[in-house]
């Protein structure tokens, strides 16, 4: 397993990460039993965020007198210095340590410099050595941009899997440039990537630190298993990610569930990809009743556009959802998938 060196931070740990956003899900025994399990066979970065209900209670519990073992990251969606200080200090406490190896701004709208109040925070907290280093996540790619034009942070998280585009991927790049740490989330594209073996062999070809959001032992088992054995790029995974982009490109949601709620109590973030998930898991999954029922809520959509206001990709969100039920209704009459 390859290490890589998130920039100037110093930071360096195996090219395989945990993302501890999915933890919301199980309990806390679980939880903490997976996240020894990772930590056993190799993982040594956790990224959490105040925004995950309990998953920074969790992580504290994980890994509770062994803090200096592992490196935690954690964020924060402050947007005033009060809840600033009080985030930090509560992620702190769950987390039961004094201090974060990174804290990051979490899906900023813009980037904060200096003299913004956020930024002044985060330098302060780093002089008072309750912060490590100062990080800062974004799902646009012009903000993301900005960011590492700005040169004022240390690491950069964004989206980033093998459906990139050349933009992104030039993203990645200006971040070593510019001796950034690059941390990949939504490396499996949302849940919508399924081949493990073809996204670890992309991610293997860039500087960057994927965090995979894992809730499941047979999911950890995935990602520990490239600890055993070395994953590179080789023409047949080529030919699949390929196929794959084909297929996938253009106008998809990523299932990141920022856009809601609707005003109508739509599922957008699985119902705007569903001709997607139909044809990649197994189908049936997706046609039940429930399934349905959340289907032909589309036929509610009141075309209000608060959703399209907050999705990061800019997508036509009530056009891709009519698109998808059209889809489904064909698929129900008896088309195949
Ligand atoms: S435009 Fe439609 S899908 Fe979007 S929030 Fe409004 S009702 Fe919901
Ligand atoms: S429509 Fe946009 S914001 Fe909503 S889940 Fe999909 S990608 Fe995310």
Redesign the pocket.
Same mark, same amino acid.
């Given at each position: 397993m390859r290490n890589i060196t998130l920039g100037r931070t110093g930071i360096t740990v195996p090219q395989n990460a945990f993302g501890a956003l999915p933890i919301q899900r199980i309990s806390t025994n679980d939880a903490v039993k997976l996240m020894r399990r990772a930590y056993d066979g190799g993982m040594r970065f956790f990224d959490t965020a105040r925004a995950y209900s309990d998953s920074e209670e969790k992580v504290g519990l994980a890994f509770e007198g062994m803090r200096d073992k592992v490196y935690i990251s954690s964020k924060t969606q402050a947007t005033t210095k009060e809840k600033f200080w009080s985030d930090l200090e509560t992620s702190l406490k769950l987390l039961k340590t004094d201090y974060l190896d990174i804290y990051q701004l979490h899906c900023v709208a813009r980037c904060y410099g200096e003299g913004d109040d956020l930024y002044e925070c985060m330098k302060e907290a780093k002089a008072q050595g309750k912060i490590r280093h100062i990080g800062i996540t974004a799902h646009k790619i012009g903000v993301a941009e900005d960011i590492i034009a700005s040169g004022l942070y240390e690491t950069l998280q964004f989206p980033f899997s093998y459906l990139a585009s050349d933009r992104d991927i030039k993203l990645v790049e200006s971040c070593a440039k510019a001796n950034m740490g690059f941390i990949a989330m939504k490396g499996l594209s949302g849940g919508l990537l399924t081949n493990s073996e073809a996204c670890m062999a992309f991610m293997c070809e860039y500087d960057a630190l994927p965090i995979w959001g894992i809730q499941r032992e047979s999911e950890l088992d995935e990602w520990l298993g490239f600890f055993e054995r070395d994953i590179t790029m080789t023409d047949e995974i080529k030919a699949f990610i390929n196929n794959d982009r084909k297929e996938l490109l253009g106008e998809f949601c990523r299932g990141c569930g920022y856009?809601m709620p609707?005003?109508?109590d739509?599922t %957008?973030n699985q119902c705007a990809r569903m001709s997607q998930m139909i044809r990649r898991a197994p189908s049936e999954n997706w046609l039940t009743e429930h399934w349905q029922n959340e289907m032909m809520k589309i036929e509610?959509?009141?075309?209000?556009?608060?959703?399209?206001t907050r999705c990061p990709y800019e997508l036509d %969100?009530?056009n891709l959802?009519k698109k998808n039920l059209q889809d489904y209704k064909e698929i129900l009459a008896g088309k195949e998938v």
């Amino acid at each position: 397993m390859r290490n890589i060196t998130l920039g100037r931070t110093g930071i360096t740990v195996p090219q395989n990460a945990f993302g501890a956003l999915p933890i919301q899900r199980i309990s806390t025994n679980d939880a903490v039993k997976l996240m020894r399990r990772a930590y056993d066979g190799g993982m040594r970065f956790f990224d959490t965020a105040r925004a995950y209900s309990d998953s920074e209670e969790k992580v504290g519990l994980a890994f509770e007198g062994m803090r200096d073992k592992v490196y935690i990251s954690s964020k924060t969606q402050a947007t005033t210095k009060e809840k600033f200080w009080s985030d930090l200090e509560t992620s702190l406490k769950l987390l039961k340590t004094d201090y974060l190896d990174i804290y990051q701004l979490h899906c900023v709208a813009r980037c904060y410099g200096e003299g913004d109040d956020l930024y002044e925070c985060m330098k302060e907290a780093k002089a008072q050595g309750k912060i490590r280093h100062i990080g800062i996540t974004a799902h646009k790619i012009g903000v993301a941009e900005d960011i590492i034009a700005s040169g004022l942070y240390e690491t950069l998280q964004f989206p980033f899997s093998y459906l990139a585009s050349d933009r992104d991927i030039k993203l990645v790049e200006s971040c070593a440039k510019a001796n950034m740490g690059f941390i990949a989330m939504k490396g499996l594209s949302g849940g919508l990537l399924t081949n493990s073996e073809a996204c670890m062999a992309f991610m293997c070809e860039y500087d960057a630190l994927p965090i995979w959001g894992i809730q499941r032992e047979s999911e950890l088992d995935e990602w520990l298993g490239f600890f055993e054995r070395d994953i590179t790029m080789t023409d047949e995974i080529k030919a699949f990610i390929n196929n794959d982009r084909k297929e996938l490109l253009g106008e998809f949601c990523r299932g990141c569930g920022y856009c809601m709620p609707c005003t109508v109590d739509i599922t %957008i973030n699985q119902c705007a990809r569903m001709s997607q998930m139909i044809r990649r898991a197994p189908s049936e999954n997706w046609l039940t009743e429930h399934w349905q029922n959340e289907m032909m809520k589309i036929e509610n959509c009141v075309d209000c556009g608060i959703c399209k206001t907050r999705c990061p990709y800019e997508l036509d %969100i009530p056009n891709l959802l009519k698109k998808n039920l059209q889809d489904y209704k064909e698929i129900l009459a008896g088309k195949e998938v």
